[in-house]
């Protein structure tokens, strides 16, 4: 999956006057009202010009993000800089504030949309992709002000074409109303500044990764980004939110593309099969007895842990909240385990519940977990989910300062395997079977 094109594509920024979308761009040497400062150090201490102290990088810097996100909630402000270091969204050596690297960034953003984006309502454009964004866009949490409540743009004043000018929303209606479910006398879609700018994104991803396409889902992961990287969406988004948030999308989709492949979906060694499999399986060792009932009941994964995984629980709680909850969750991508964090999770949010499940048929189980109860405390989840994560992984997760490698470790899946497998004696005889056929032979 190309997530990272050759360098020659965005060499040179494309000609300042070819607003070939409409981003809002600011003046040379400008900043969003609330960006970040010069430096910003998530450790602590005040910030000090380089010429007398070495800036912060990434590779220092990164231990104390994880232990900020896995210890408390972070602040808007470091969140900024925690979360794209997190997701080795920038080069190790990097310093803070990664001026060179964001600059590079927003310049690579734009060219991408100058590439994918001219287009987009050409009436000769049967791209399927495009039809399926275009419908999601508008539902993307429609109750934030940020997205609903924006003064609306028509695309034909903000589409642009390769030569700068509208190719237009309007034109192209017109000649494809009749494929539309929408008679041909409504008026062309608007979209608002910021669900602009998700449009754009959206389909500069699918731009640059044809063989994974667009999914449903990937709106609410690539939405609530935004949100975060426009000031908890007190700003409206400019190329600066937007290259922020993209570059993050990117790199959370490369940890969990493969539950967006629907070739995989069957695949027993990965993809959403191989998590439903794990996910049981780590429910019998904590808690056989739960396990043991949904099994009874015939309430399998697939009905409630797809969406929870996939939306990254963007839709489970409130915004606030799922915040919090991605600080923890982007706190396990330097160690490559962020698809057991998340699994993790969610058997946390089940065994919150257990005392109701336990009362439950299938159909009132089923419509309870797909409606989860916003009331549970997120905070206590996440210390829940942290001790199950260390319980199940036998893993102590490691936050020293001398720590500075982004990366390589063993498999998660492995030592999941392994410790399970050394539990499986606490579970059911029916729990044993699962861990076995979830993990016979290990995973790579």
Known sequence: ????????????????????????????????????GPTVSVGGG???????????????????CRAAARATTLEDRIRLVAWPILLSCFPPEAELPFAPERLMQQRQYAAFGAMFCGRLD??????????????????TMRSLHFFSNDQPTPQDETERGPGGHG???????????????????????????????????????VGLNPGVGYVQGMNEIMGLLL????????RQAGLEEEADAFFCFQ?????????????????????????????????????????????RIELVPAYYVMRWVTLMFAQEFDVPDTIVIWDFVLSFCPEGKMIDILLTFAVTMVISVRESLLQMDFPTAMTFLQAYPRTIDVRML????????????????????????????SSAATAFASKSLQLASQATERGRQWLVTAFAGGSS
């Open 1 to 36: 999956m190309a997530f990272h094109p050759p360098p020659s594509i965005v060499d040179e920024p494309p000609a300042s006057d070819g607003d070939w979308t409409g981003i809002q761009q600011r003046p040379q040497g400008g900043a969003a009202p609330g960006r970040r």
């Open 167 to 205: 190719e237009g929303r309007a034109a192209s209606h017109a000649a494809g109303a009749a494929s539309r479910p929408s008679p041909a006398t409504t008026a062309p879609p608007t979209y608002t500044t910021n669900q602009m700018a998700l449009r754009r994104a959206l389909h500069i991803f």
């Open 227 to 234: 949100v975060v990287f426009s000031g908890d969406g007190r």
């Open 251 to 295: 790199a959370i989709l490369k940890e969990i593309r493969d539950y967006y492949c629907r070739a995989l979906d069957d695949d027993v060694s990965t993809g959403l099969t191989s998590a439903f499999q794990r996910f049981t399986a780590m429910l019998f060792v904590l808690d056989d007895a739960l396990a043991a009932h949904l099994q």
């Open 122 to 139: 050409a009436t000769d454009n049967p791209d399927v992709d495009r039809r399926k964004i275009d419908a999601d866009v508008p539902r």
């Open 382 to 409: 996440i210390r829940a989910a942290a001790k199950n994560f260390d319980d199940v992984l036998g893993v102590t997760p490691a936050a020293d300062a001398s720590s500075t490698q982004f990366g390589s470790v």
């Open 46 to 64: 005040a910030a000090s010009s380089a010429a007398t102290i070495r800036r912060p990088t990434c590779a220092s810097e990164l231990p104390r």
